[in-house]
């Protein structure tokens, strides 16, 4: 069974900056994309930013400039930098590790890190 393990989330004023962690159980390399998400309260949960196995990352405009995804396939870990952080990026963000299967696709889920930005 994958297991994800998120960490870093904080509170934290405006401009400032944080970094997630998320650190699977096994290989991320049987992974096909590993990516963030968040959820603020009483809104669905987003897309943050995503990256691939062959290291193409993706963002929300949201956090584009902002927000960098990045890898180390040593420590098994998907790292968020989020610097000038605001108020609407409050919200408890989530990793995600997803391998794409035959005939569907493997989606697997951390318990979730609180990220609290204030003003």
């Known amino acids: 069974q994958v297991q994800l393990v998120e960490s870093g989330g904080d509170l934290v004023q405006v401009g400032g900056s944080l970094r997630l962690s998320c650190v699977a159980s096994g290989s991320i390399f049987s992974f096909n994309a590993m990516g963030w998400y968040r959820q603020a309260p009483g809104k669905q949960r987003e897309l943050v930013a995503t990256?691939?196995?062959?290291?193409?990352?993706n963002y929300a405009d949201s956090v584009k400039g902002r927000y960098t995804i990045s890898r180390d396939n040593g420590k098994n870990a998907v790292y968020l930098q989020m610097n000038s952080l605001k108020p609407e990026d409050t919200a408890v963000y989530y990793c995600?590790?997803?391998?794409?299967?035959?005939?569907?696709?493997?989606?697997?889920w951390g318990q979730g890190t609180q990220v609290t930005v204030s003003s």
């Open positions: 995600k590790a997803t391998r794409i299967g035959t005939l569907r696709d493997y989606d697997y």
């Open positions: 990256i691939t196995s062959a290291g193409y990352r």
